[in-house]
């Protein structure tokens, strides 16, 4: 074989598909231009009859939006506290520690903070979790789970720099194997001007051709409107189904810990936070989170924890 010099041209060989499709697209502006006319002949010819359900689910509807106001509409107060924040964790670089003891004691003082403005203030409940560890694998999987069900902006980013300083344990002492160069790897078509020109325009051409070819009856498509809603029905069943049955059976968890304290004001809730027995300082890498609202409010959470 020889070297043949390059001549850039129109791949009409790999595009002579584009000749199968006029027959097509002169049959669909014919059609088109019969349904128009036949939506007209409908006007005023045809009615529409809702159902009962509607109605009958008024009540329900209204029940269940009330419910959810009153279950939802009082959002507490959020205090989160973890090793890797600015003056929290102790420690040097990314090592950062807390153990269980300081953990309560940030808790505690920044319910009688007030230089800060957010600071919770009235007689109120506070529930507070706890997540013990004592390597970042652990803590990683017990923030994990807790976020899996409520995630918290501050527990997520814990979580992850959590997990990524376990990785850097483990991975530090690998050494990387890279191949020779160079590597084989896929030729960029959609960088080529001429290529990418082609590929809208034949994409546009399909699009046409494909809503024609989806085309079906008013029933058929009514039939699969109600289809859709059942599935729909039934998947949305399922998947609180699937919640309930995940969260029934639960084993206790003893790397997170959980309190409900009050009612009473900040100096109140301070008190009855410290008091009792608590984790010791055998557990050096902790996180935390302090709830304050009223018992309302705090309902959902506190039986999700179990209490």
């Known amino acids: 074989m020889n070297w043949a010099p390059v001549t850039m041209r129109w791949p009409s060989q790999a595009t002579h598909w584009m000749g199968q499709l006029s027959a097509a697209k002169d049959l669909a502006s014919t059609e088109q231009a019969s349904t128009a006319k036949r939506l007209a002949d409908l006007d005023g010819k045809t009615s529409t009859n809702p159902g009962p359900v509607g109605e009958a689910a008024q009540g329900a509807i209204t029940a269940g939006r ?29 090592q950062r520690f807390l153990s269980a003891p300081n953990l309560l004691q940030q808790l505690a003082g920044k319910l009688v903070d007030v230089s800060d403005t957010g600071r919770p203030d009235g007689p109120q409940f506070a529930l507070c979790l706890m997540f013990l560890a004592t390597r970042f694998d652990q803590l990683a999987e017990s923030l994990a789970r807790f976020n899996a069900l409520l995630p918290m902006p501050d527990l997520v980013r814990a979580e992850r720099r959590a997990r990524h300083l376990s990785k850097l344990e483990t ?11 160079p590597r084989w790897q896929t030729l960029p078509l959609e960088r080529c001007t001429v290529v990418k020109a082609a590929q809208q325009s034949m994409a546009g051409q399909l699009s046409v051709l494909e809503s024609y070819a989806a085309d079906s009856s008013p029933m058929a498509d009514l039939s699969a409107l109600a289809t859709r809603k059942a599935a729909q029905r039934q998947s949305r069943d399922k998947q609180l189904d699937d919640l309930k049955a995940l969260l029934a059976n639960g084993n206790p968890d003893s790397s997170m810990r959980a309190r409900l304290i009050g009612p009473g004001n900040a100096t109140e809730l301070r008190q009855a936070l410290l008091q009792g027995e608590a984790p010791g300082h055998e557990w050096v890498l902790c996180a935390g989170a302090l709830l304050v609202g009223s018992e309302q409010g705090l309902s959902f959470v506190r039986e999700l924890v179990g209490l």
């Open 66 to 94: 009330d419910a959810l106001a009153t279950q939802m509409g009082e959002a507490p107060a959020c205090l989160v506290v973890t090793p890797f924040q600015s003056g929290i964790g102790q420690g040097r670089g990314y």
């Open 171 to 181: 991975e530090k002492w690998e050494i990387p194997t890279a191949g020779a160069l």
